[in-house]
């Protein structure tokens, strides 16, 4: 059953396609800088060891700096935390293209994760500010959310993977700058939108809450996830001799079009039993991963298995948004995303030397475990209700 006016509806708030547009053409430039790094290092130095610890700082630092950041924000407000942020990154971003140091390039890469913009926590945060009385269409923004990240998970390698290959890494760093900058300035802006500031309170007991403990675990094992089905099929599409773009581009469309048809509909289970849905959905279907004898197959699996995957961070969102205080919600999110991109990098490398090893078929079963943990602590949720 559809939702009434929708998406639609939803953009028609004042001042929530303002908001919600910047922040995603700001998400594009995050999806690049990481990437950006590696091309503009190694063209620079020759080295992929130099690029990736460039890269890999900056990938470190977000991690750890972002949910201190995302603190300051729910206590000070984003529209005077954020300016800082500006700031902070674009300098250290401009130091990186400008040096010819590579020590000065890698701190400074360092440097530019610590403050880059959290756009998809604080566009969240504004969605639930903005519908803190009408809460029953949370589930369509944070849908919307979805959908804006993957497109911009989409767009931005191949556009900065373009430039660098066109001998073109300076501008590939300069542009993901500028639609950071330029989609964080647009955010500041917005003051109507912006969740007020917070009276002081203890958010980090409340993020210690063993609700929102499971949450972050459940994107944990969502990030072991994501890391081990991308270096294994990558794996997978070498050991076979077939392409990997598109069968990474048929999973893509997949989870976008799943994304878009689950924030149209209106649905009448509670949260908690469909997180466990999605969560038996994707243990299920991932059983036919390690089983695929071709590329052919192994497209068909990941199509299904990604199908999973917006509903399930939609619904993490909402679960978010739910157990959390409302002074620590840019924090939740951010630790959210955090937790991520942990379990994306850990699966990597561990993926990575399981594939070396066994063959990229042993890579694709370890897909099971996370996919099983996750499972678990939905369960777990929804027994608590």
């Not at 029953?136 to 390698?157: H, K």
């Not at 908690?272 to 497209?299: C, I, M, N």
């Not at 679960?319 to 937790?339: G, I, R, Y």
Request: charged content about 10%; hydrophobic content about 50%; overall charge positive.
């Amino acid at each position: 059953m559809s939702r009434a006016g929708g998406y639609r509806s939803l953009l028609c708030s004042r001042g929530a396609a303002v908001f919600f547009l910047a922040a995603a053409v700001g998400r594009v430039g995050i999806a690049m800088t990481g990437l950006g790094l590696v091309w503009l290092v190694h063209a620079r130095t020759g080295s992929y060891g130099t690029a990736g610890l460039a890269s890999g700082g900056f990938a470190l630092a977000e991690a750890l700096m972002g949910p201190q950041v995302a603190r300051l924000i729910d206590r000070y407000g984003q529209t005077r935390v954020l300016p800082l942020c500006l700031v902070g990154h674009g300098g250290a971003i401009g130091v990186v293209v400008g040096s010819s140091s590579v020590a000065a390039e890698v701190a400074s890469a360092g440097c530019a994760g610590a403050v880059v913009p959290q756009l998809g926590a604080l566009s969240g945060a504004r969605w639930a500010h903005l519908l803190r009385e009408r809460t029953d269409e949370l589930p369509t923004a944070f849908s919307l959310e979805s959908l804006a990240n993957a497109t911009a998970f989409l767009l931005g390698p191949v556009l900065v993977t373009s430039l660098g290959a066109a001998e073109h890494a300076e501008m590939a760093s300069a542009t993901a700058a500028s639609l950071v900058l330029g989609g964080a300035a647009v955010l500041t802006a917005q003051r109507r939108t912006a969740p007020r500031p917070a009276k002081a309170v203890h958010t980090g007991q409340n993020l210690l809450r063993p609700a929102f403990a499971r949450i972050a675990l459940m994107n944990l094992a969502l990030g072991l996830y994501f890391g081990t089905t991308q270096v294994s099929v990558s794996s997978f599409a070498l050991a076979h001799g077939v392409p990997a773009a598109p069968i990474v581009a048929a999973a893509g469309v997949s989870g976008l079009l799943s994304g878009w048809v689950y924030g149209r509909r209106r649905h009448r289970t509670s949260p908690e039993r469909r997180l466990v849905r999605a969560g038996t959905h994707l243990t299920g279907v991932s059983l036919l991963l390690p089983l695929a004898p071709d590329g052919l197959w192994l497209a068909a699996a990941l199509v299904l298995t990604e199908a999973a995957i917006p509903p399930t961070l939609v619904l993490l969102n909402v679960e978010t948004e739910k157990s959390v205080h409302k002074a620590a919600l840019t924090q939740a999110f951010t630790w959210n995303n955090s937790a991520g991109a942990a379990g994306s990098a850990l699966a990597a490398a561990l993926a990575g030397r399981a594939a070396d090893a066994w063959g990229a078929s042993t890579a694709l079963a370890l897909a099971l475990v996370p996919a099983a943990g996750l499972l678990a602590l939905a369960r777990c949720i929804a027994r608590r209700g």
